[in-house]
């Protein structure tokens, strides 16, 4: 197995307060992976260590088979970034910042045509000042940014903050175009919908501590469906269970029986349990 992100034992420290707990973290290289929490769970934290941008208390972390304080320059160049509070000099034209961004990487931005017109990012607006921009337009320059040099690490923090939902479609067909290209998609968000749509597996934080990572598949396999039966006489009869299918069905009395809706646990049911089950062991 080949990992596109590794790291041991992380802790990192503000103020005498542990962001990250001894964070055990691995990324096989192709895959989409979902890096999940509440805000304050350490996510920020963790995407700036990979980076570089903050150097641990303990632990190390490998990022394309590099130690990622010893990269430098030409490990960047490897990886798209997205912040999750994406800053653009607002006095640029967007087609400036994008041209910026490219030196900053040192490699061709072969893609960034491609990428703003999946995006709908209108032409016209290229030569606009920054500042003259929409939230969801910013945002859409700074996806461009992140995928126009064909990294083979995207690192992505909150990326569809202020697009709207047609843009996030479109967002997200990216993601899946970059996989079967081969690269890896570390995508950090706390919209659960989005990640349970394109991740091949999800990491969940809490507390600086990763105390779940499996596949979507898995995850929702092995956690309670929400069963809904409707009867003839008006009757609705709901319950959580996590019996298999098969037992659930034989145990159901089906006298006046119209209808029955079963809901598979989403990744907003799966977290809330993971926060509520961490939170009672501090």
Known sequence: ??????????????????ALCGLNLEVEAGEV??????????????????????RPDQGTARVLGTTVRDGGGELRSRIGFLPGDLR????????????????????????RQHVLQTLGFPESALTRKVRSYSTGMRQMIGIAGAFQHDPELLILDEPTTGLDPLV????????????????????????????????????????GRLPLVDSVRSIRARRPRTVLLRYADGTEQEELTSVPAEQLLADIDARG??????????????????????????
């Open 1 to 18: 197995m080949t990992l596109a992100i590794q790291t041991e034992n992380l802790v990192v420290c503000y103020r005498g307060h542990q």
């Open 33 to 54: 992976f979902g890096f999940l929490g509440p805000n304050g769970a350490g996510k920020t934290t963790a995407i700036r260590v990979l980076l570089d941008l903050l």
């Open 88 to 111: 653009l000099f607002p006095r640029m034209t967007g087609i400036r910042a994008l041209q910026f961004l490219e030196q900053l990487q040192g490699r061709p931005a072969r893609s």
């Open 168 to 207: 996030r479609q479109s967002f997200l067909e990216l993601v899946r175009q970059r996989k079967e290209s081969g690269a890896t998609v570390f995508l950090s968000s706390h919209v659960l919908d989005e990640v349970e749509r394109c991740a091949d597996r999800v990491g969940f934080l809490s507390g």
């Open 257 to 282: 029986l119209i209808d029955v809706e079963i809901r598979p646990a989403s990744l907003d049911d799966v977290f809330g349990t993971i926060v509520s089950d961490e939170e009672a062991t501090r």
